[in-house]
Structure formats: structure tokens, C-alpha cells
């Protein structure tokens, strides 16, 4: 099995969510498995520059910044499209995702990569048959609550891709109990099958 480990906080040290992450990654990983990390602090780009919609442009038209966009877009795409299983953890940052969580999103929806349009217009997606957990966590925000804009949206970029099976780790609200929350988050990993 190969595992896709996806961490987005901003903090490199001291982050809950890359931390949990870490557990929940100790916890389902068996010996044999393969990890692929991606830190997208790293070297995360932004779309930007399109001529065209959908992330096409002509080879002969693309600059050095478009180049490296989608040098960027195919390693992504690769990486998800070989995973099986995918752990994404994300803080949630003035009530929606980290601006590098949304970059990445918006690099691996890619037509007939990621999802493809049918005759009828509508969207299907094109990564069946794999498993994800979000590990989210929030200083005051209340996960699925009426002011989380990041859950909703992650489950449903992850269902555009055909990414139905979603299990979510959180420790929302930290700010008014930590060690509630940590202790509530741990629970669910230790209990996840």
C-alpha cells in the first residue's frame, strides 16, 4: 500500500496538525507500506498566468513560470494518482484552508487526470477506490461548524476527484480546552480500524 502523507500548517515546528498527523500515519502504516511525504511549504506555486481555462496552455506558449507550474501540477497529480491511501492534515486559518492546501488543489484538478467531464456536462472523478483522512485542527473554530469553511470544502474537492471514503481527526478549538482537545483527537486515532 502506498501512503500519501500531505502536511499544510505554516509551522514547521510545534504544529498540532503535522503532529497528529505523524500518529495517525504510525498508527495505520503496516511495515510493508510505501510513504510519500509532501510538505507544501516547500515549494508550493500558484496558479497564475493562464491563458486558457483548465490549466492548458500550449507548450510553445508556456514562459519559465508556467513551466514550472505544471512540472509542479504533473509531480502532484502523479502522486496522488499513485497513492492509496491519502492523510492530509490542515490547520484551519481564518475559517477556511491554508492558502498552499488551496494552491494544491487547484494543481491537481486536472482534466482527465484528476476528473473528466461527461457528455452531460457533469463532473466525474477520476481517483476511485481510495481512502483519505483529514486530520484538521482550529484554535477557536468549531470543526463542521457554521464558521468552517475548510472541512466542507476538502471533502468536497476530495469527492470531485472520486475520493468518496473520508474519515476526519480533529482537535477543534483548542484555544478553549488543549488538552480536551489533543485527548479527543488521539481517541479517534487510536480507535480508527
Avoid: C
Avoid at 500519501?4 to 510493508?32: C, N
Avoid at 509542479?72 to 497529480?77: E, H, P
Avoid at 497513492?83 to 475559517?95: G, L, M, Q, R
Amino acid at each position: 500500500m502506498k501512503i500519501y502523507q500531505i502536511d499544510s500548517s505554516a509551522r514547521k515546528e510545534g504544529s498540532t496538525s503535522r503532529a497528529l498527523a505523524k500518529k495517525l500515519l504510525k498508527k495505520i502504516k503496516k511495515p510493508e507500506d510505501e510513504v510519500v511525504y509532501r510538505d507544501l511549504n516547500d515549494e508550493m506555486v500558484f496558479v497564475s498566468g493562464l491563458t486558457e481555462s483548465g490549466m492548458n496552455i500550449d507548450e510553445k506558449d508556456q514562459n519559465e513560470n508556467h513551466k514550472k507550474m505544471f512540472e509542479l501540477s504533473n509531480q502532484l497529480v502523479k502522486e496522488l494518482k499513485e497513492s492509496d491511501v491519502i492523510i492530509i492534515s490542515a490547520p484551519i486559518y481564518n475559517y477556511g484552508p491554508p492558502a498552499t492546501l488551496k494552491a494544491w488543489s487547484d494543481l491537481v484538478a486536472r482534466v482527465g487526470e484528476t476528473f473528466k467531464f461527461k457528455p452531460n456536462g457533469r463532473r466525474e472523478g477520476l481517483l476511485r477506490n481510495k481512502r483519505a483522512y483529514l486530520v484538521i485542527t482550529s484554535g477557536g473554530t468549531k470543526l463542521n461548524g457554521k464558521e468552517d469553511f475548510l472541512t466542507p470544502w476538502l471533502k468536497f474537492i476530495l469527492n470531485f476527484f472520486g475520493i468518496e471514503k473520508i474519515d476526519t481527526i480533529s482537535a477543534d478549538q483548542m484555544a478553549l480546552n488543549y488538552d480536551k482537545s489533543i485527548n479527543d483527537a488521539e481517541k479517534q486515532i487510536l480507535n480508527i480500524k
